[in-house]
């Protein structure tokens, strides 16, 4: 048997997808002029769907930070942490996010994704419990997935839910609750307040992944449970350098002491290499630029409130009932005609993300947007524009 003929229905879906001049999966990006614009098929394109939420690609003391870094460590470490892969800059990363946290400890992972596979494989242990939102993101699934935990899963931002699952459950088992401070397909908010809550009454330990709310949730940008005032509820939070940082990696903080010996039993922290010395020096400048970076802060939650506003205006079907994140998500009828939208939109001159089922809660068929800082209200009010040519080009009703 051909291990591969399981893939046959993916395979005739995608083929009978509608496309004619672009290609979601074969899309390239020719030549970057800056956080907000590309040049993509020979065409000058905004770029809508990006995850650069504070603008940080361009950032002047990141890009010189990891000059430097190549000059004098080279290209990378070639070793994992536990070998040769620390150097000064690694301990320096560390302890620039768990000042950023206000917390005593930071271990660095080469991705996001890994963040997740490492903490929750190492934390839910065989006669444990991991408790997930049932929209948690693929790495969530994944990291429960390679240990030996039982997983329980509530209704998605549902607390009530919540705590109907944690009342069955042993009283002195231990357990994890894992949560997301915002949801990276809709874009909306968790009701985290009332999910920790629940989650201390039940004797959870609680991990929050703010990958898509680090950097502009919070007075200091330290995400959702900062804004609403629960960050003494968190145990472990957990990030990415891939959104708001501008470059790539993840991490976890913590106050926990123990926290350390995580090192040593996280399987994707010891047998991966480790962050070369350029993109530690980038995300350590980085995140440090972001701690003074109020007024971009502002002018990104401007920019998502008139995009959210000006797209229900016209008539769209969007997600949340307001911009609750910079992720501004519109409801497409179906996967024939958002194809035919994705594409004719990326013609207009707008890159945007077209996401379907699995990726998408209950079988939507979105166009995700991702706002970056660095939009101009020009480009807002342009995308809206184009969005409503998009929708008259195709014959879509809105």
């Known amino acids: 048997m051909d291990l591969l003929d399981k893939f046959d229905s993916i395979v005739e879906l995608r083929a009978s997808l509608p496309f004619e001049k672009a290609d979601p999966f074969k899309v390239v990006i020719d030549e970057v002029i800056s956080e907000t614009e590309a040049i993509i098929g020979g065409r000058h394109t905004i770029l809508a769907g990006t995850n650069n939420y504070m603008g940080m690609t361009f950032d002047e003391g990141a890009i010189d930070a990891a000059k430097d870094a190549l000059d004098n460590f080279g290209t990378g470490t070639t070793g994992s942490r536990v070998l040769n892969g620390t150097y000064g800059g690694h301990k320096a990363l560390e302890a620039a ?19 997740n596979l490492g903490m929750i494989s190492a934390l839910g242990g065989k006669d444990d419990y991991v408790i997930i939102d049932a929209d948690s993101h693929a790495s969530i699934y994944d990291g429960c997935s390679m240990g030996n935990a039982t997983i329980v899963r509530f209704k998605h931002n549902d607390y009530e839910n919540l705590e109907r699952r944690l009342r069955r459950l042993p009283e002195d088992a231990g357990k994890l609750l894992v949560v997301e401070g915002v949801y990276s397909m809709l874009g909306d908010a968790a009701p985290l307040k009332e999910i920790l809550e629940i989650g201390k009454k039940y004797g959870c330990m609680t991990l929050v992944d703010e990958a898509h709310s680090m950097g502009f949730c919070g007075e200091n940008g330290r995400g959702v449970a900062e804004q609403l005032g629960v960050e003494d509820l968190v145990d472990f939070y957990l990030g990415t350098f891939s959104k708001s940082v501008g470059t790539v ?12 010996v995580l090192r040593f039993v996280s399987r994707p922290y010891i047998f991966t290499a480790s962050l070369p010395p350029s993109v530690v020096a980038s995300a350590t400048k980085s995140i440090e630029a972001i701690k ?5 802060r502002a002018h990104l939650w401007e920019n998502a409130r008139r995009l959210h506003d000006g797209l229900k205006n016209a008539g769209f079907n969007m997600c949340t009932p307001e911009a609750q994140s910079p992720i501004i998500a519109v409801h497409l009828p179906d ?12 013609l207009e001159g707008v890159y945007a993300n077209m996401a379907a089922p ?5 079988g939507m068929f979105l166009l995700r947007i991702s706002v970056c800082a660095q939009h101009t209200t020009e480009q807002i009010d342009e995308i809206i524009a184009r969005f409503v040519r998009t929708a008259e080009a195709v014959g879509m009703d809105v």
């Open 292 to 296: 003074r970076s109020g007024n971009r």
């Open 97 to 115: 996010i768990a000042d950023f946290y206000d917390m005593e400890h930071c271990m660095v992972f080469s991705t996001g994704y890994q963040a």
């Open 335 to 346: 996967v024939m005609q958002g194809t035919k939208f994705w594409e004719r939109l990326l």
């Open 249 to 260: 990696g993840g991490f976890a903080v913590s106050n926990h002491p123990k926290f350390d």
């Open 358 to 362: 699995p990726a998408t809660p209950a």
